[in-house]
T-cell receptor
Framework: SQTIHQWPATLVQPVGSPLSLECTVE??????LYWYRQAAGRGLQLLFY??????ISSEVPQNLSASRPQDRQFILSSKKLLLSDSGFYLC?????????????FGPGTRLTVL | QKEVEQDPGPLSVPEGAIVSLNCTYS??????FMWYRQYSRKGPELLMY????GNKEDGRFTAQVDKSSKYISLFIRDSQPSDSATYLC????????????FGSGTRLSIRP
């Protein structure tokens, strides 16, 4: 069965510090991978998605970036965090070319920028 | 206007009641519809998915799509305290495989 991991689970960072969140998927090959941010009381905002190694699409211009160095690894980064970067970050995967493209989510990372 | 509108709640009902959760949308190209359940401080989990119009039943859950009204619903029968969570609707068009649009979620509380 497939499993998706995210770490860390919780992170408190000062404004201006760098960020690196990691997501890995087990039990599937060549998945589509996604990074979302969920602000309190709001829906999921798609930040990046990737259909393959080194292929990243950005949905929202901001001070975040994403990389996919391996087939089942997706990394979200920032060089300098802003207060507005606080939120719940979710990684998700889906099967390439499935009918519904239903997405399966990881446990999330709660980021607080102070 | 948001592409997907969902009443944030909170919605509080007694145990055993039938719950109705709803979303409206504006994009007539949406054809794939999903419902996710999210417990507090956890990632969303896929509950059900349907294609185009009609009903789909899975245990105590029924998903309903009315494309003519651009309206989707999730019904929960015999609601349990363990159903207390935030429910998010989600949808996408046929051509936009990678981009799912999520509602903001309805917070549901089932009172024992």
């Amino acid at each position: 069965s497939q499993t998706i991991h995210q770490w860390p689970a919780t992170l408190v960072q000062p404004v201006g510090s760098p960020l690196s969140l990691e997501c890995t998927v087990e039990g599937t090959s060549n998945p589509n991978l996604y990074w979302y941010r969920q602000a309190a009381g709001r829906g999921l905002q798609l930040l990046f998605y990737s259909v393959g190694i080194g292929q990243i699409s950005s949905e929202v211009p901001q001070n975040l970036s994403a990389s996919r160095p391996q087939d089942r690894q997706f990394i979200l980064s920032s060089k300098k965090l802003l207060l507005s970067d606080s939120g719940f970050y979710l990684c998700a995967w889906s099967v390439l070319n499935s009918s519904y493209n239903e997405q399966f989510f990881g446990p999330g990372t709660r980021l607080t920028v102070l | 206007q948001k592409e997907v509108e969902q009443d944030p709640g909170p919605l509080s009902v007694p145990e055993g009641a039938i719950v109705s959760l709803n979303c409206t949308y504006s994009n007539s190209a949406f054809q794939y519809f999903m419902w996710y359940r999210q417990y507090s401080r956890k990632g969303p989990e896929l509950l059900m998915y349907t294609y185009s119009s009609g009903n789909k039943e899975d245990g105590r859950f029924t998903a309903q799509v009315d494309k003519s009204s651009k309206y989707i619903s999730l019904f929960i029968r015999d609601s349990q305290p363990s159903d207390s969570a935030t429910y998010l609707c989600a949808m996408r068009s046929y051509s936009s495989a990678s981009k799912i649009i999520f509602g903001s979620g309805t917070r549901l509380s089932i009172r024992p």
